[in-house]
C-alpha cells in the first residue's frame, strides 16, 4: 500500500517531536519518498522552533483547505 499524504498534529509545544519531525525531514529516507506531509498546528509555533533548533526548511501555507479549491494527490 502506497501512501500519498500524511497528517501529523503538532502537538505539546515543549516536548521533543518538532526536533525529531526535522531531523526526519533532513534524513535521506524522507528525500526518497514522495509524499505530501500536511502539518496541522500553529504556524507561529513551527517557524520559532526552526529558528531556534536552527534548521530551514520551505513552508507552504494553505489558507482554505476545501475540496474544490485545493488538491493534495
Known amino acids: ?17 518538532p526536533e525529531l519531525l526535522f531531523k526526519y525531514f533532513q534524513s535521506n529516507k524522507f528525500k526518497k519518498n514522495k509524499i505530501n506531509i500536511i502539518l ?3 504556524l507561529k509555533y ?3 522552533q526552526l529558528i531556534k533548533l536552527r534548521y ?7 489558507k ?10
Open 1 to 17: 500500500m502506497k501512501i500519498k499524504n500524511l497528517l501529523i498534529i503538532l502537538g505539546e509545544p515543549k516536548s521533543v517531536f
Open 46 to 48: 513551527f517557524e520559532n
Open 64 to 73: 482554505n483547505l476545501d475540496r474544490k479549491s485545493t488538491r493534495l494527490n
Open 40 to 42: 496541522i498546528g500553529s
Open 56 to 62: 530551514r526548511f520551505n513552508v507552504n501555507k494553505i
